[in-house]
């Protein structure tokens, strides 16, 4: 099947299927995106072949000194998978027996063994002194298979050698381990201190890390590790056994921190392939600002800043420099509020390097959306945490429901801040320990904890003082010890987490994937209705068009965008060129589909006129403002405002180019505001709002023509509305300082009036459109059937020639009014009425020669004069014009039509980067398999008891 | 005596925009403390405090809320039956006075029916302006002798006293540094919140340390600006 065909099967499979409607997790994940989150890989990591398989590890040299555990006496069955770039094993019963994702190029060596048994017997190598025995169990073409796969994506890793070298240097394990063995092997402290320089960390290591070292056993958690590390490998060569669990949940010692994060989220192997990024992103971008780098600014000084590092220069500059990193990496999220505490808090275990690409695996892909520009992601786990909580704790729930407390909003600063802003840091390191390991699950097993544990007092708690009292003082208390039954004091941190991962341990990763498929419609849906009313809230106000149509132009606005779901909080953006000519598309008669098609549309230079008018910021596109501001100047049925607007549409690029001030960079590239006395009404001074040095508030968004009569109460504008009350004249008078039209120009209008009156003068699908003109003399005909078509027809022909004549004069008399030279009497004769396109030609010729000489241009009076002395341009006007406004009403992004849709482009794009996988030899999508795998997860966890043991 | 007097809880939500000092406006209510460098207030933070009137306690039940502008769809949640709101933005930053309209535009078709709102132009001590003097012009920044600089008064006091008076709002230039107008805002507040609204007898679990030292006389307080 070619792709095309894929994409077509995929597009037609999404129409009909009306479950596939949300995309985020509704949606089946392929057996590629699962092992990519089974194991933390990026993209585009894939199965390129996957056996069962046993496995057992035999350390080697030093290592098998140091191996007494009974973790190297048996062979482990699992799974096996190979994809371009790693080497992943996991076990059958539990996960946790044994589970390793190795990067290819820690592999120093592969050896067949040959063997009488039906197993295929590999010994693999590792770089740091370990060997894997792998014993495949499958048949023998697969086994084979396998090996040459295995054999050829090794050739391939060879150039990253060097790579892994480098990075290899960034590990604190890899110091401390040879350090350990230097320290065997009889050299002293300062010896080995000698030898070996530290590798960079985080702040910590200057500014002191948070807690007690001696309460929380750093020194013999860091033995522990040592042990380990040790035997089972190290940083990226590290296998992970039921020890390394427990290691991570009682609490990581602060030097191995930073680096154990990185290996558990996966941000270690971005930070591996991308080495560079991070100081390139820095480079590009320095000295550039964007609204993410103010936010930031704003809230440096204000991240932990009970913590030394951040009082000084050192510390902040590290944050900023991270926070915008990210901020230029992913412009689509920017900066979050509680993005500046979570890196704050992993810069002190953590180099810049690797804050920065652990920050990216939080937000990216640990907590989906939590940041983004709605925080759907953050919305949606409230709602799946408070579904939890009624299914586990209903007495509970009903409670609080009873006394109308909001748990979501109660809860949302924990999941946002990781804690950190809840928790004491020392505690909250130990949830972020456990979640850069599990996931966003942990999130919801603590917070289900902390309501189970409290939940005594909650039930007595009666209104949201007593509720927010209860959590505080729980939250203060974390350290204390609780009485225990049992010999051994316990505090209710422990507690807490024996609670969250032994009564909370059955909210996996499944179940929280499916309630937020469950509630992801509605939490989108909502977001997207409050966006829309906040949106038209903030358009200046519409005179001539009612808040339905604004409404309208909001859905076109978007779909002429294509954009990703606005809930989603992608940048939405602007429209382009080409899509505002989908937008007129949809919004007026003369551009519909029907009568032009867009290739044609899009080079109408009355087309590119009003997009170039519309965008008053001079950026190349235009905002939903500029569309709805435009649309209503059109929709203007007075007819002097009318000719005004055409008449400065036109006029209004000469003084661009003429008399745009280079002094005053500030001002709105508005083309409308001369340097006339009567300017001093306008109500919006020309400074920008974002100057800091701005007197006063100006305009906060000059999204309308600052002349304009009709919408001058924008929001922002009515500010100093005092003296904003402005007549008709005073506008005039500011049209009638600009230039006047050329000969061009007024060739140009011709040409736009032959365009926008297409609906009357061609018929489509066989009917006819009828001006009131036309109207009038038909209605004789309306009760006589038999003479009827006939007059219809006949007065449809009338109504054509009288456009076509109608603008052939107006040139004729444009150019004799403003004493063109004696051109237009010529061009008269030469053409024939109904050759007004070549009429028009003709007249440019004419023009251009005219304007070569004298600058004569056609003032607004005269245009004014001109336009009013034809009934048929009149009409053009005061009607046809104004009610060619006609938006279609299009489905809400909630209405089953459009959302499909959008869904179906969004699927398409992701099939795409699948697609591309698959291209280069990916094996086949083997979707009853990946639903064989969803249930291996269902592991029982026995070693909880061991939270208590240091 | 203090039990003799009803008390009425009164749900009231703080907006603007991030870095005005919503915040520290509370925090100046509600410990009468002020903080170089507060952390960024995630989501909502929920505060309580008293105010003893003369025939009655009101006690504030005080949501303040994340001023970023991400947060902004979070806010319905937050505004849900408040029967006041304090919108606040910083004298110095005409851009968050923009943002402050578009707050007072949202309660008043979004909120409760009724709502109170007071608008509060913090950061007032940054002007230099004399607290009790007029309201001084709008300013550009400036150096000192000694090379500091001095922010200038951004927002014109007449620019807020505008809007408050086309929308009906309580309107407060206050400092939450100094304290300057703190309490007249809550007090003020206070005093439109409708008798009928009332709760049963809950003074007896304030804390003395909760309570709102009213000895200014209310009555000015409430007549201010109303």
């Known amino acids: ?950 | 005596m203090e039990a003799s007097k009803t008390t009425t809880s009164v749900k009231l939500v703080l907006l603007g925009e991030a870095a005005v000092g919503k915040s520290s406006l509370v925090l100046r209510f509600v410990s009468d403390e002020f903080q170089e460098n507060k952390e960024p207030t995630i989501g909502a933070a929920f505060l309580t405090q008293k105010c003893q009137l003369s025939n009655r306690t009101v006690k504030f039940e005080i949501w303040d809320t994340a001023g970023q502008e991400r947060f902004a769809s979070l806010a319905p949640m937050y505004y849900r039956n408040a029967q006041a709101a304090v919108v606040v933005y910083d004298v110095t930053k005409p851009p968050t006075f923009i943002r402050a309209r578009h707050w007072v535009n949202e309660l008043k078709t979004q909120g409760s029916p009724n709502i109170i709102i007071a608008l509060v132009a913090n950061k007032h001590d940054l002007t230099g302006e004399d607290e009790e003097g007029e309201a001084g012009p709008v300013k550009p920044d400036v150096e000192d002798e000694t090379g500091s600089s001095i922010v200038g008064r951004k927002v014109a006091y007449s620019d807020g006293q505008k809007l408050a008076e086309d929308e009906g709002l309580l309107f407060f230039e206050a400092s939450a540094k100094t304290g300057m107008n703190v309490r007249k805002i809550f007090l003020a507040i206070a005093n439109k919140i409708p008798i009928e609204n009332k709760t049963p007898n809950q003074s007896n679990r304030a804390g003395a340390n909760e309570t709102v030292d009213v000895g200014m006389n209310s009555s000015q307080a409430a007549n201010c600006q109303c």
């Open chain 1, 1 to 950: 099947m070619g792709w095309l065909d894929v994409i077509k099967d995929t597009a037609s499979k999404l129409l009909d299927d009306k479950s596939n409607e949300s995309t985020l997790y509704l949606r089946r994940r392929t057996p590629d995106e699962l092992l990519r989150e089974r194991f933390n890989l990026p993209e585009p990591e894939g199965i390129v072949a996957k056996v069962t398989a046993r496995v057992k590890l035999v350390p080697l040299g030093i290592n098998a000194l140091n191996a007494h555990s009974s973790d190297f006496e048996d062979f482990i069955s699992g799974k096996l998978w190979l994809s371009e770039s790693f080497l992943m094993f996991e076990s059958y019963i539990n996960p946790r027996d044994l589970t390793f994702a190795l990067p290819l190029s820690t592999v120093r060596r592969v050896e067949r063994i040959p063997s009488n048994s039906t197993y295929h017997v590999l010994k693999i190598a590792l770089i740091q002194d370990l060997q894997i025995v792998v014993e495949i169990d499958e048949i023998f073409s697969t086994n084979d298979d396998f090996c040459s796969q295995l054999s050829s994506n090794l050739c391939n890793q060879v150039p990253l050698s060097r790579t892994l070298r480098q990075i290899t240097r960034t590990f604190y394990s890899e110091y401390l381990v040879e350090s350990a063995i230097r320290r065997r092997k009889g050299q002293s402290r300062a010896e080995v201190r000698a030898a070996l320089s530290v590798p960079a960390g985080g702040l910590g290591r200057e500014f002191g890390y948070p807690g007690d070292a001696k309460l929380s056993h750093e020194r013999s958690r860091m033995r522990l590790w040592l042990e380990y590390l040790n035997s089972h490998g190290r940083n990226l060569g590290l296998v992970r056994m039921q020890q390394f669990f427990k290691l991570i949940r009682v609490g990581l010692p602060n030097a191995l921190r930073g680096e154990v994060w990185e290996l558990c989220c996966g941000s270690v192997f971005l930070r591996m392939k991308s080495s560079k990024l991070y100081a390139a992103l820095l480079e590009e971008n320095e000295s550039k600002t964007t609204q993410a780098t103010e936010e930031i600014a704003k809230d440096l000084h204000r991240s932990l800043p009970e913590y030394a590092a951040y009082q000084s220069e050192e510390g902040l500059e590290k944050l900023r420099r991270v926070l915008t990193a990210y901020s230029w990496m992913c412009p689509d999220v920017g900066y979050c509020q509680a993005m500046n505490i979570v890196a704050a808090t992993l810069l002190i275990y953590q180099t810049e390097d690797q804050a920065f690409w652990t920050l990216h695996e939080l937000v990216h892909r640990i907590l989906p959306g939590y940041y983004s520009r709605t925080m759907y992601g953050m919305l949606l786990d409230q709602k799946v945490l408070e579904k939890l909580v009624e299914r586990t704790m209903p007495v509970l729930w009903n409670h609080l429901i009873e006394v109308d407390v909001p748990l979501s909003i109660i809860s949302l600063p924990w999941f946002l801040s990781l804690y950190a802003n809840s928790m004491p840091l020392p505690f909250a390191l130990r949830v972020i320990d456990i979640l850069m390991l599990d996931g966003s699950k942990v999130l919801f097993q603590v917070a289900l904890a902390v309501l189970k544990v409290n939940s005594e007092a909650l039930m007595q708690a009666v209104d949201n003082t007593a509720v927010v009292a209860v959590l505080k003082h729980y939250f203060t208390t974390l350290g204390d010890h609780k009485p225990s039954s049992s010999n051994k004091p316990i505090t209710n941190f422990q507690l807490l987490l024996v609670t969250a991962f032994k009564e909370f341990g059955v909210i996996d990763d499944n179940c929280i994937h499916e309630l937020r498929g469950k509630f992801e419609k509605e939490v989108i849906g909502d977001i997207e209705s409050y966006s829309k009313k906040t949106a038209i809230r903030r358009l200046p106000k519409t005179h001539n068009l009612n808040i339905e149509q604004v409404y309208s132009i909001y859905e076109s606005f978007y779909i002429s965008l294509q954009a990703i779901r606005p809930g989603l909080g992608g940048e939405n953006g602007d429209l382009e060129y080409y899509q505002f000519v989908s937008f007129l598309g949809q919004s007026v008669t003369w551009m519909d589909p029907s009568f032009v098609s867009k290739g044609d549309a899009e080079h109408q230079p009355v087309v590119h006129r009003l997009f170039k008018y519309w965008d008053v910021r001079n950026k190349g596109s235009l905002t939903l403002g500029n569309c709805v501001n435009g649309l209503d100047k059109l929709a203007c049925s007075d007819i002097m405002e009318s000719i005004n607007y055409f008449y400065a549409m036109y006029v209004s690029e000469e003084r661009e180019d003429t008399q745009e001030s280079p002094v005053s960079p500030s001002t709105p590239k508005s083309p409308k505001v001369p340097s006339s006395p009567t300017a001093a009404s306008n109500p919006g001074s020309p400074l920008s709002p974002k100057d800091p040095k701005s007197p006063t508030i100006s305009h906060q968004d000059p999204t309308k023509p600052p002349k304009s009569p009709i919408l001058d109460n924008d929001d922002a504008n009515s500010i100093k509305t005092t003296k904003s009350v402005k007549s008709n004249m005073s506008i005039i008078n500011d049209i009638s300082a600009l230039p006047g039209l050329t000969g061009q120009n007024i060739l140009e209008i011709a040409d736009a009036f032959l365009f926008m009156t297409k609906p009357f003068t061609e018929k489509h699908n066989g009917s006819v459109s009828l001006d009131s003109i036309s109207k009038q003399q038909l209605r004789p005909f309306l009760n006589q059937p038999d003479i009827y078509q006939e007059a219809l027809e006949r007065i449809y022909q009338q109504q054509s020639a009288r456009y076509l004549a109608s603008v052939s004069s107006f040139i004729q008399r444009c150019f004799e009014v403003a004493g063109l030279r004696q051109v237009a009497p010529e061009i008269g004769e030469k053409a024939a009425v109904k050759d007004v396109q070549s009429l028009i030609d003709l007249g440019e010729q004419d023009a251009d020669a005219a304007d070569d000489g004298t600058d004569r241009r056609l003032s607004l009076p005269h245009f004014r004069m001109v336009v009013l002395a034809d009934e048929t341009l009149e009409l053009f006007f005061s009607q046809t014009l104004p009610s060619s406004v006609q938006i279609k009403t299009v489905d809400s992004f909630g209405k089953p039509g459009v959302h499909r849709l959008r869904s179906v482009m969004d699927t398409i794009l992701r099939e795409g980067v699948q697609l591309a996988d698959g291209l280069r030899g990916r094996a086949q999508l083997q979707v009853t398999e990946a639903q064989d795998e969803d249930t291996d997860d269902l592991l029982v966890k026995e070693s909880d008891r061991d939270l208590l043991d240091i």
